[in-house]
């Protein structure tokens, strides 16, 4: 049996911002190409369960994205919400004892689809894997880090560099443990 591993997927601005300073992802739109997804079907084929936090959540369902996270159990990081919504369920507990319970598990890898603070919380305590950053040409200024300061060091090896005509740049990452 091969170990789940927790994978973060996300995109960032060149300057490392996941949002702007309004909370908006619009940035991501510039390398927007018919037929184009960047790897994210195949990717996402690869999970059966998504992890984020309350904020990212909301924007997903402002989307209106029927059947996003279909057939995934989803889990949505919040301090505030309870219960569960379709197949998302609002979890508070302790983020290490989920993902050693979901580890511990059989079935495909954890998806990490953020936001910064899930990010911060899960590198704090050294539980991701894989990282496949997408870096958009767009420099914001501010706005929500991908990467708050005060985690503790980890060593990573750059496994695979992907280049597209949008200019898009996406570096996949194995954490050294």
């Given at each position: 049996m091969s170990t789940r591993n927790v994978i973060l997927y996300i995109a960032m601005s060149l300057d490392g911002f996941i949002a702007d300073t309004a909370g908006d992802i619009d940035f991501l739109r510039l390398v927007e190409k018919e037929g184009e997804d960047y790897g994210y079907n195949t990717f996402s084929s690869s999970t059966d369960v998504v992890i984020l936090g309350r904020k990212t959540w909301d924007?997903?369902?402002?989307?209106?994205?029927?059947?996003?996270?279909?057939?995934?159990?989803?889990?949505?990081i919040s301090s505030s919400r309870k219960g569960q919504d379709g197949n998302a369920y609002y979890y508070n507990g302790d983020l290490s004892a989920l993902i050693s319970k979901l580890k511990s598990e059989t079935g495909l890898d954890i998806y990490i689809d953020g936001g910064g603070e899930l990010v911060f919380s899960l590198l704090s305590v050294k539980l991701i894997d894989r990282m496949i950053i997408s870096v958009i040409?767009?420099?914001?200024?501010?706005?929500t880090r991908l990467f708050r300061p005060s985690f503790p060091?980890?060593?990573?090896?750059l496994t695979n560099c992907l280049t597209f005509s949008t200019g898009l740049v996406q570096l996949h990452y194995e954490l050294i443990k």
């Open positions: 924007t997903v369902l402002s989307f209106n994205i029927p059947d996003l996270y279909s057939g995934k159990k989803v889990y949505v040409p767009v420099l914001l200024g501010g706005g060091l980890q060593s990573i090896k």
